[in-house]
């Protein structure tokens, strides 16, 4: 998997939603960009679903084995933030991603719920949760899970 290219179609994709993000439905070119949209989301799961979605199920199987593994698509924020003062950081609001009931404890024990979301820049799987973000997966070591409950 070219990681470099990855990131650069996430990035695209991100800017696409973005901008969309920003129209009032009742823009003359809300409809054309939303299929574009949807076009590139078709190519970035043709050319990345596969491996992603292995990678989206060793995540769950750790992490929340009882929540389905959705299209990797499906784990993109609606809107992403562009961190100032950076060219290609970028934030999102704590409720992007897709809710998942973890097995991950908190300080007294109970198991938290977390948004897992994709973040470009590098490339990774970011697990939101209440005490900060946790990256579970990273094209800086794409061999390496972070993954544990604890």
Same mark, same amino acid.
């Given at each position: 998997?070219?990681?470099?290219?990855?990131?650069?179609?996430?990035?695209?994709?991100?800017?696409?939603?973005?901008?969309?993000?920003?129209?009032?439905?009742?823009?003359?070119?809300?409809?054309?960009?939303?299929?574009?949209?949807?076009?590139?989301?078709?190519?970035?799961?043709?050319?990345?679903? %596969?491996?992603?979605? /292995?990678?989206?199920?060793? @995540?769950? &199987?750790?992490?929340?084995?009882? =929540?389905?593994?959705?299209? *990797?698509?499906?784990?993109?924020?609606?809107?992403?933030?562009?961190?100032?003062?950076?060219?290609? %950081?970028?934030?999102? /609001?704590?409720?992007?991603? @897709?809710? &998942?009931?973890?097995?991950?404890? =908190?300080?007294?024990?109970? *198991?938290?719920?977390?948004?897992?979301?994709?973040?470009?820049?590098?490339?990774?799987?970011?697990?939101?949760?209440?005490?900060?973000?946790?990256?579970?997966?990273?094209?800086?070591?794409?061999?390496?899970?972070?993954?544990?409950?604890?």
């Amino acid at each position: 998997m070219n990681l470099k290219r990855l990131n650069s179609d996430l990035t695209d994709l991100i800017e696409m939603r973005n901008e969309l993000a920003g129209m009032n439905f009742n823009d003359d070119r809300y409809d054309d960009l939303e299929e574009d949209i949807h076009a590139c989301e078709d190519g970035f799961l043709e050319r990345y679903g %596969e491996i992603l979605e /292995d990678v989206l199920e060793k @995540i769950h &199987l750790v992490i929340a084995p009882d =929540n389905d593994v959705l299209l *990797p698509t499906a784990y993109l924020a609606r809107r992403y933030h562009l961190i100032e003062g950076t060219e290609d %950081e970028f934030e999102v /609001d704590p409720d992007a991603g @897709i809710l &998942l009931e973890t097995m991950i404890k =908190n300080s007294n024990g109970k *198991p938290m719920d977390g948004r897992l979301v994709i973040m470009p820049s590098p490339f990774r799987f970011v697990l939101n949760l209440p005490n900060g973000p946790r990256v579970l997966w990273s094209e800086e070591s794409p061999e390496q899970y972070q993954l544990s409950t604890n």
